[in-house]
């Protein structure tokens, strides 16, 4: 059986709980950017902060709050780019500082405040996403009435990145075969894992250790004073519900109008995180399968049940005589695995999905092996253009704790197979990424508490692979003082590709 060392968290197998919106895949698997439009330079702006925002600041933070951010044009479109200084360590605020970059898409209309976006992750780029999607992802009032600011949280890309191998070493952390339901297999993928950690400390330094949730949170309210709001407008997908629902129990007072779509519930271990997502992924496969057969050019035949055995028979061919790609790379169960469930993060992706099972289904990979290069961030020319599968595990180890003791890890490989028959094994054994990590988790999971006055609002959809839709049911009741919108469909995430129904109620 296959499994991938640190680099690929397993129930991280493409970026983690990104955002389905981010992600769709033409029929020809081809992908590109939509950026916004208009080259005009304009000169640099310099944000100065309110007094009254800096008064609010916590105490030893004022020089942070106070500071004076300066906004290039960038990016060779309608742009703005800055730098923000925050602390390394917010328990010594004197001591080293970080930079968090950030892009702004200016306001179009009568600027009334500024929308602070994460896409998820952990080790999604809130830059990269506003850069390609600010143009086509939110309605014209929307962009009328705010600047739309993404960032990347500390850790990420281009703010201090957790950083771990080059490009020829990740290719071949993915290419490697641990049989990790065998005392041998799981000692080679640990002793692998272990190296892989203290390579990340040595080329990460110091901020390895300080790129928790919180921390970001924390950060997100300096973001927040040096745009001169009083009140935070944020709207997170996926791992971004979990930033926001964060800030909303730290800084109760400074939440202004919040939307998590994609629920992260705070309040579940790691192993039930992944338990949830291995039974929400069976069920995302089940209805792919079912809309498939619809279709004339489905490669599998029978009914639901028939279909998903037929998945399950290529998956375990490709476990038993791992196979080459058209590009002599080698494509073993793990990868397969991840080329399957990318697509699934979107159902306009589905006949991207298709087309690589019949390829597959007739003896070749190479299509599943760039719906995995995807999903990890690898570009045709063998580059790699995010360090988000690094950042995602890095985040994780301090956010939670996780069972990595060999009977634990074999027990929760049992119930992950019994829930889900298909994917259940290669949702197991993430504590391997976390057993050796230079850094203990700081935070036990536990319900978020918000006692604001703004109301929030939290989005599910009932065919979320990714976070299922139980769990935004169980963010809204802990945050109290919100409402829940539930979009009927497939794939993760809603808002940006949902019906107007939902679009409308999340605009106003």
Partial sequence: MTARPLPARSRSLVT????????????????????????????????????????????????????????????????????????????????????????????????????????????GSGYDFVKDAAATHFSQSVR?????????????????????????????????????????GLAAALADNKVIAAQCAEQTGPVLGHIDTVSSAEDLD????????????????????????????????????????????????????????AVAFEKAIRSYVADCLEERSCPLSGGVDAGVGQIRDLISSVQ?????????????????????????YNDESWPALTQSL????????????????LGADRGPNGQYTSNSTFAFNAINCLDYPMVSDTAGMRADEERLRQASPTL??????????????????????????????????????TGDPATPVEWASSLRKQLGNASLLTWQGEGHTAYGRANSCLEDAVDS
């Fill in 16 to 123: 983690g709980l990104r955002a389905a919106g981010a992600l769709v895949l033409a029929l020809t698997l081809a992908s590109c950017s939509i950026l916004n439009g208009g080259t005009e330079e304009k000169s640099p702006a310099t944000a100065k902060a309110d007094p009254s925002i800096v008064a609010s600041a916590p105490a030893g933070l004022d020089s942070f709050y106070s500071q004076e951010v300066v906004w290039e044009p960038c990016e060779s479109g309608n742009f703005q780019c800055a730098k923000v200084s925050v602390p390394l360590n917010y328990a010594e605020p004197d001591g080293e500082k970080i930079q968090i970059a950030a892009l702004k898409a200016p306001s179009t209309g009568t600027r009334t405040g500024t929308l602070l976006v994460n896409p998820g992750g952990p080790g």
């Fill in 144 to 184: 009328a009435a705010y600047d739309v600011v993404g960032f990347d949280p500390r850790g990420v890309k281009r703010s201090s990145p957790v950083k771990c191998m080059t490009d020829a070493e990740r290719d071949a952390a993915r290419a490697k075969i641990y049989a990790l339901d065998t005392d041998a």
């Fill in 222 to 277: 300096i973001l927040r004073a040096v745009v001169n709001d009083s009140k935070l407008n944020y709207l997170g997908y996926s791992y971004g519900t979990f930033l926001g629902s964060t800030y909303a129990s730290l800084f109760p007072e400074n939440v202004g109008r919040m939307v998590l779509d994609g629920a992260l519930d705070p309040s579940i271990s790691n192993e039930e995180l992944t338990s949830g997502q």
């Fill in 320 to 344: 038993e005589t791992p196979r080459t790609a058209k590009d002599g790379r080698l494509v073993n169960a793990n990868t397969f695995v991840s080329g399957l469930i990318t697509p699934l």
């Fill in 358 to 373: 019949e390829a597959a289904m007739a003896g070749d990979v190479s299509l599943m092996l760039r719906l995995a290069d």
């Fill in 424 to 461: 259940g094994y290669f949702f197991a054994y993430g504590g391997t990424n976390c057993v050796d990590w230079p850094y203990d988790s700081v935070r036990t999971p536990a319900p978020v508490e918000y006692s604001g006055e703004s109301p929030i609002v939290v989005i599910g959809t």
